[in-house]
Every structure is written in structure tokens, then in C-alpha cells.
């Protein structure tokens, strides 16, 4: 297990998003951006049991390789920045095996109550990451295009992300002042389950 803090973005527009990915400073202190194709699932009961006690199970595929994550948000700071308990395993098929998840396996039975687990969300993005040595921290930069679906209705992805990797998180504010104050980002306050969750709830 570990922790996951970061804070999202949104970006107003296409042309914004294209200038933070050619922005010369950026590229020139960090380095290029990775590309990283990212599709993604995400299961709950049809009830939002899980959802109900801040936890969500994630089905991920990056570049071809599966990863099954389980999240549980923790804390949210008064800048935007987001806390979370986060385990992460590599899986060889598209499945959800909780028996890989020990330390909270009993927990998610206990709210699942047997009931199934069904696709809630699905997300479909491109991810384009620096990684920046930034003071004491090194953070990962990441923007994100593409969409997210829900019973047949999509919704656009178009963020920042910026993770702590390891240092300080009082620093991540910091570094969006010094290299990203030009471009009009606004605090995101819900994750991209939580703005499918929207989309699944609609008649």
C-alpha cells in the first residue's frame, strides 16, 4: 500500500492544452513528455456501495499491461490537493481477484455483501508525463486528453495532473505557481470516477 496525493486541473481549451505541451520551459528544464495510451475501468455494486465508503476498484490498461488498483480517499486539503490510500497489482488477464489485495480484502467483502460487481465508468485518454525535480520533491506532470463514459453519455477529460512522487506536498503549490500560473488552471475537485458516477446516475 501507499499514498497517492496529487492535485487536478482543468484546462478551458484544446489550445491551452497544446501550449502547455510545447511550453519551452518545461521542455527545456524537464526534458520531452512521455506518451502513455490509458484505458480504463471502473467497478462498484449498481448500488454505489462502494462508493458510499470513499473506495473504488480500478481495472487499468497502460500500453498493453493490466493493473488492478483500489483507492480510498483519505483527505482533502484546503488548496485542492487529494490524499489517498492506494494499492496497486499487476494482473496477466482483465479480472478482479481480491485475494490479491490482503490488507483490505475483508473490508471490501464486508461492503460488497455479495452482491456483484459491475462496470460503473469507463475511461479512454491519452496521458503525456514529465517527471520534474522541483526543490526538495520530485513530482510526476501529467496531461490528460480523451473522454469519459457511462451508460452510452461521454464527457471530456482535459487536465493536469501533478503527483507527488517523493519530497513535500506543500511544494507541489509552489511549482504550479512558478511554471503554470500563465495558463488559467482551475482546481478539479472531482476525480474522473467521480464525474462518471454523474453520468451513470442520469436518467
Avoid: Q
Amino acid at each position: 500500500m501507499g499514498s497517492e496525493i496529487e492535485i487536478k486541473l482543468s484546462v478551458k481549451s484544446e489550445d491551452v492544452l497544446t501550449e502547455i505541451l510545447e511550453d519551452e520551459r518545461l521542455n527545456k528544464e524537464f526534458g520531452h513528455f512521455t506518451i502513455i495510451s490509458m484505458n480504463a475501468d471502473y467497478y462498484d455494486t449498481k448500488e454505489l456501495d462502494l462508493l458510499k465508503h470513499n473506495l473504488v476498484i480500478r481495472i487499468r490498461k497502460e500500453n498493453g499491461e493490466y493493473v488492478c488498483t483500489i483507492k480510498k480517499r483519505t483527505k482533502e486539503l484546503d488548496s485542492g490537493i487529494l490524499i489517498r490510500e492506494e494499492w496497486n497489482k499487476e494482473i496477466p488477464v482483465k479480472a478482479i481477484n481480491l485475494d490479491l489485495f490482503p490488507e483490505i480484502k475483508d473490508e471490501m467483502i464486508e461492503i460488497i455483501g455479495g452482491k456483484e460487481l459491475v462496470e460503473i465508468v469507463e475511461t479512454d485518454f491519452i496521458r503525456r508525463t514529465l517527471d520534474i525535480e522541483y526543490k526538495n520533491s520530485v513530482f510526476e506532470l501529467a496531461v490528460d486528453y480523451g473522454k469519459i463514459i457511462s451508460k452510452h453519455k461521454e464527457v471530456l477529460i482535459m487536465e493536469v495532473e501533478i503527483e507527488l512522487i517523493k519530497g513535500i506536498e506543500s511544494e507541489i503549490i509552489p511549482f504550479i505557481e512558478e511554471y503554470l500560473k500563465d495558463y488559467d488552471l482551475k482546481v478539479e475537485k472531482e476525480s474522473k470516477f467521480s464525474r462518471g458516477v454523474d453520468l451513470f446516475m442520469k436518467k
